[in-house]
């Protein structure tokens, strides 16, 4: 938490850009969106900030997601469950992520790279058939923590190798390529370049990355939906006139005291995992996913105090403001934004979790020995668990409807306070 408050000092004079707007975005309102992969994706970590990301910036649309990682899966894995783990679900857009075990942790050799093709293939014609849009993501990239100036060597490479097999799916099938093997490589080498040793950036381990990894994971990801980065963006005044106003209202804004107070009300938050900050040392994807933007004009010069909700978030100065403070990272770290994001989070959590423990890894993809039918019938075992199943689905539906009601946006009163 005290890096991420460093950082809100450093990203006032950072402006954002909005390289993207929500047209451009590969998920749309009403999208059902299943995320397949392996056990990286099964550890709820990149998809959950994926989600996060998504609902927080569009927290009026109507969104389902649901996660059907299997630890140790491949391609051809994800080809023969998609009725069951796919399908069933009826989505209109799904996320692929496999390749890491795919490869077999050795150099490329053609064969498998050629079944492991034709299990994205499969994916490919079935998701045709069921009128699912697929974002075709590559894998990331290892982080061993062995010395040298990049990380492509070794398994890296067939993973590279791997990532062009992505491309070809994608471009055959009318699909989204996603690149996160060389954004994330970037990363991983701009750290090397720091200092004489290197020490391992992402936590984890180096095949399952934590959340500093797992957080450049969804941001490479999410760059490439064409993700947008506007979250919202006041600009007035010393007076307390409205100057324009993106993604927000600002409604009772008064000029007192050389400073000026006024109620804004998002339509959108920022995001970024608060357990991730280590990783900001090493690239800027809070603020290049996030710009809640702040302009005020004509104030005296010197430095101001920037309140919410009462609490004081950032100091910044009149030509900062003047020009466009970028709050994403100081509202992130105290404050009622801070605790919005929080809670969202928590709902999120709270629902996947859910729907990984008690449906689908303990039911869905738990196996019944045959003894077990020479005590109960097959036919009577499999009502049994349709009806428990049908509970469940019921209360992850319950669970679906926090999420949305965690998204309320609720106004928040600002203050930018002189300093004597």
């Not at 919410?308 to 009149?318: E, L, S």
């Not at 403001?321 to 509202?331: D, I």
Request: with cysteine; proline share 4%; hydrophobic share 40%.
């Amino acid at each position: 938490m005290m890096q991420l408050m460093r950082w809100c000092f450093v990203v006032l004079a950072v402006c954002g850009t909005a390289s993207a707007h929500a047209a451009d975005f590969f998920f749309k309102d009403g999208d059902v969106i299943v995320m397949i992969g392996d056990s990286i994706t099964e550890q709820h970590q990149y998809s959950n900030f994926v989600e996060m990301w998504t609902v927080t910036r569009f927290p009026k649309w109507k969104l389902t997601f649901r996660n059907v990682g299997i630890g140790g899966d491949r391609s051809t894995g994800g080809n023969s469950r998609f009725a069951r783990d796919v399908a069933f679900f009826k989505p209109t857009a799904m996320t692929v992520d496999f390749g890491m075990n795919d490869g077999n942790y050795t150099g490329f050799q053609e064969g498998t790279f050629n079944v492991y093709m034709g299990g994205l293939q499969g994916m490919a014609e079935q998701a045709k058939v069921a009128n699912i849009r697929v974002a075709w993501a590559t894998p990331q990239p290892l982080d061993t923590g062995e010395q040298g100036s990049t990380a492509l060597t070794g398994y890296n490479q067939t993973l590279e190798k791997y990532s062009d097999g992505v491309k070809v799916i994608a471009e055959k099938n009318g699909g989204l390529f996603v690149d996160q093997f060389h954004p994330y490589l970037a990363v991983l080498d701009g750290a090397r370049s720091k200092g004489p040793k290197y020490d391992r950036i992402t936590s984890g381990d180096a095949v399952h990355p934590g959340p500093p990894g797992q957080s450049l994971m969804a941001a490479s990801i999410l760059k490439g939906l064409s993700f947008p980065s506007m979250v919202s963006s006041a600009e007035l005044d010393a007076t307390g006139k409205v100057v324009a106003a993106k993604n927000c209202t600002i409604e009772n804004a008064t000029s007192k005291g050389g400073g000026l107070s006024f109620s804004r009300l998002d339509g959108a938050l920022p995001f970024f995992p608060v357990d991730a900050v280590s990783i900001l040392q090493w690239t800027p994807i809070l603020e290049e996913l996030n710009d809640y933007r702040l302009k005020v004009t004509g104030l005296s010069a010197g430095a101001y105090e920037v309140r919410v909700g009462g609490t004081k978030i950032a100091n910044t100065t009149a030509d900062q403001l003047a020009t466009g403070v970028n709050l994403a990272s100081a509202a992130l770290a105290t404050g009622p934004i801070a605790d919005h994001v929080k809670a969202v989070r928590a709902a999120v959590e709270k629902k996947n979790r859910f729907h990984h423990d008690e449906i689908y890894r303990y039911i869905i993809l738990a196996g019944v020995p045959d003894w077990v039918h020479l005590v109960v019938p097959r036919d009577e075992l499999e009502a049994k668990k349709k009806a428990i199943l049908d509970e469940r689905y019921a209360k992850l539906k319950t669970l679906d409807a926090e999420v949305v009601s965690s998204l309320e946006m609720k106004a928040n009163m600002f203050e930018i306070i002189p300093l004597q």
